[in-house]
C-alpha cells in the first residue's frame, strides 16, 4: 500500500478501466432493471390473469372506406358471441365493453376520445382506481340507464382543471351525462399499455352499459378528411378473468377456437394476454441485460490490460529492490505473491470505487437525465413519451466487483510470474 500510495496518480490511472468498467456494468444492468419493471408494472396493470379481446376493423373495410365516401364498416364481436363465450368458458367474470361517441366537449372545450359502456365489475377486473370523492358505475346506474359518466385522469386535466368535476356535465356527442366520479391515472398513457390496447387509457369516460345502447344504438357515425363514415360495432372490448395465471394461456387458446365459429379468420377480433406479454417481457429484458452487461464488461478487459502493463513497467523499475529482497532469502513465490497482492489491492480498490460510482450514477440519473437532455437541446421526456427508471441490483455490484478483483488478479500473474523469475545477482547489479 506504502508503493502505491508514493505513486499515487499512476495509481489512480491504471485502475480508471476497472472503475469505469464496474460503474458502467452497474448502471447499464440498473437501467435495463428498471425499464423492465416499468414495462412488468405497465403490463401488471391490465390484469395478470386477464384475456382482452377486442374487436379490430379488418385490413379490407378500410380500403374499401377510403375509397367511398360513405361507407359503414360492419365487424367484430357480436351478442352471440358474449352469450358463446358466457356459455362455455369457465370463468366468472366474463366484462362486455361498447365503444360509443368520438367527440366529448364541455362549453367551448372539446377533445376527440373514447367513451365505452361498461357494467361495475370492470374495475375489479382492470384495476381501476377512483379519486376521491368520486364513484365507479353500479349496479343501480344499469337499472336506470343513468346517464351517469367516470371520466379518465386526462380529461379531468382538460375540462376542470381548477374545479371539482363530480357534480359537473359534459356533453358525448351530443348527449349530456353526469360525472359521478373521476379515474385515478393509469400509469400507462404512451407507455406499454397504451400500445398494446391502442388508446390513451386515460382519456377513456365509462358509462353504464345499458346507457350506451339505449342513448347511441350500435351505429358509431364518424366525419373525417372530408368523407363520413360509420362502424357497426355491437361489443368493442371483452375482458374475462381466469381463475389463476396457470391457466390464463390455455384459456386464451380456448376462448380463440369459440370465436372462430362466428369468425372463421379472425380477422376482426385481437387477444391480448397480458401474461404473455409479461412473460416476453421478462425474456427479452433478460437477454438486453445479458447484452448491456457483456458491453460494459470490455471496460473491464480493457482495465486489467491497463493494470498489466503498469505492473510490468513496474517490475523492470524495482528490479533492484527483487534483487536485495532474493539476496536475504526471499523465494519466488515470495516476489510473485508481492506483486499479486498489488494488482489485487489496485483492482479491488478500483472495484470499489467504481461501485460508489455506479450507484450514485444509477441514483441520480432518474432526476437529472431531463435536465441533461434540455442542456443538450434534445428532445425532453415528456415529448417522446419516454420515462427512465433505475433499479439498482445486488447482483450486478456483486458480479462486477468479483469480476474487477480477479481481472487485476489475471492480468497481475503474467508480471508477477516474471519478476520471481529474475536472477538475484543480474538484478542486484540493475542501476
Given at each position: ?20 468498467g464496474v ?22 396493470s ?123 356535465q ?24 397504451s400500445?398494446?390496447v ?71 377480433i ?53 534483487g ?37 450514477i ?43 478483483a ?16 529474475q ?9
Amino acid at each position: 500500500m506504502k508503493s502505491l500510495r508514493l505513486h499515487a496518480l499512476r495509481s489512480v490511472l491504471t485502475s480508471l478501466g476497472i472503475v469505469l468498467g464496474v460503474a458502467s456494468v452497474i448502471v447499464m444492468v440498473s437501467i435495463g432493471e428498471g425499464n423492465k419493471q416499468s414495462a412488468l408494472r405497465s403490463i401488471q396493470s391490465l390484469g395478470a390473469t386477464n384475456i382482452i379481446v377486442r374487436s379490430e376493423r379488418p385490413p379490407e373495410s378500410q380500403q374499401l372506406g377510403s375509397e367511398s365516401r360513405s361507407f359503414v364498416a360492419s365487424f367484430g364481436m357480436t351478442r352471440v358471441d358474449l352469450r358463446r363465450l358466457e356459455e362455455f368458458v369457465d370463468s366468472d367474470t366474463i366484462i362486455p365493453l361498447k365503444a360509443v361517441g368520438s367527440e366529448i366537449s364541455k362549453g367551448a372545450s372539446r377533445t376527440t376520445s373514447q367513451t365505452f359502456g361498461t357494467v361495475p365489475m370492470l374495475q375489479k377486473a382492470a384495476n381501476l382506481r377512483i379519486q376521491p370523492g368520486g364513484r365507479y358505475l353500479v349496479e343501480e346506474d344499469l337499472k336506470r340507464r343513468a346517464p351517469v359518466a367516470v371520466i379518465g385522469s386526462e380529461i379531468e386535466k382538460l375540462f376542470f382543471p381548477l374545479e371539482d368535476p363530480v357534480g359537473q356535465q359534459i356533453r358525448i356527442d351530443s348527449r349530456v351525462f353526469t360525472v359521478v366520479g373521476v379515474l385515478k391515472p393509469v400509469g400507462l398513457a404512451g407507455g406499454t399499455g397504451s400500445a398494446l390496447v391502442g388508446r390513451v387509457l386515460n382519456k377513456d369516460i365509462h358509462i353504464p352499459l345499458t346507457t350506451a345502447r339505449l342513448e347511441f344504438g350500435d351505429l358509431v357515425f364518424r366525419r373525417q378528411s372530408g368523407s363520413f363514415s360509420g362502424e357497426e360495432v355491437e361489443i368493442s372490448e371483452i375482458y374475462i378473468t381466469a381463475p389463476s395465471t396457470d391457466e390464463v394461456v390455455s384459456m386464451a387458446e380456448h376462448i380463440r377456437a369459440i370465436l372462430k365459429v362466428g369468425h372463421p379468420k379472425m380477422s376482426d377480433i385481437e387477444i391480448i394476454v397480458p401474461w404473455e406479454l409479461l412473460e416476453n417481457v421478462r425474456r427479452t429484458t433478460a437477454t438486453m441485460n445479458i447484452l448491456l452487461t457483456a458491453i460494459a464488461a470490455i471496460s473491464l478487459l480493457v482495465g486489467g490490460i491497463g493494470i498489466m502493463n503498469i505492473m510490468l513497467a513496474t517490475v523492470v523499475e524495482r528490479t533492484r529492490e527483487i534483487g536485495i529482497r532474493r539476496a536475504v532469502g526471499a523465494s519466488r513465490s515470495d516476489i510473485a505473491t508481492q506483486f499479486l497482492i498489488e494488482t489485487g489491492s489496485l483492482s479491488c480498490a478500483g472495484g470499489l470505487l467504481g461501485i460508489f460510482l455506479g450507484v450514485g450514477i444509477s441514483i441520480g440519473l432518474e432526476d437529472f437525465f431531463p435536465y441533461i437532455m434540455e442542456l443538450f437541446g434534445w428532445l425532453s421526456m415528456d415529448e417522446v413519451g419516454v420515462k427512465l427508471e433505475t433499479q439498482i441490483t445486488m447482483w450486478s455490484i456483486i458480479v462486477s466487483f468479483l469480476v474487477a478483483a480477479g481481472t487485476g488478479l489475471i492480468f497481475g500473474i503474467y508480471p508477477a510470474i516474471l519478476a520471481s523469475k529474475q536472477d538475484p545477482i543480474v538484478a542486484l547489479r540493475h542501476d
